[in-house]
């Protein structure tokens, strides 16, 4: 069993910058791809990015140019770089991670592990 489990989250202004992370315990060597998604209470949950073991990547739209994702060299720890933080951006953000695929198919979902979750919340 595959536990995730995020930290970095806070509150931040406009335009600013936070890096999530998240760290992965137990058989992690058996994650193809991991990915980042975040939740608006009321609204469904969105896929934000992607990274697969070859380390190709998938962005959503709102994320190019802004958010990084990237991995340790051990593939055990997730991160998110967020740069030019919006409004619009505050969310719950969970890691997620699949046992097989690439990183479209975490994109994509649904995964077969999820985090708990890390607030973000991006202030005027």
């Known amino acids: 069993q595959v536990q995730l489990v995020e930290s970095g989250g806070g509150s931040v202004q406009a335009g600013g910058s936070l890096r999530l992370s998240c760290a992965g315990s137990r058989d992690v060597r058996s994650i193809s791809c991991m990915a980042w998604f975040r939740q608006v209470p009321g609204k469904e949950r969105e896929a934000v990015a992607a990274i697969d073991r070859d380390g190709h990547r998938t962005y959503a739209d709102f994320a190019k140019n802004r958010f990084t994702i990237s991995q340790d060299h051990a593939k055990t720890t997730l991160y998110l770089q967020m740069n030019s933080l919006k409004i619009e951006d505050t969310a719950i953000y969970y890691c997620?991670?699949?046992?097989?695929?690439?990183?479209?198919?975490?994109?994509?979902?649904?995964?077969?592990?999820w985090g708990q979750g890390t607030q973000v919340t991006v202030s005027s």
């Open positions: 997620a991670a699949n046992s097989w695929g690439v990183a479209h198919t975490c994109y994509s979902g649904p995964p077969h592990y």
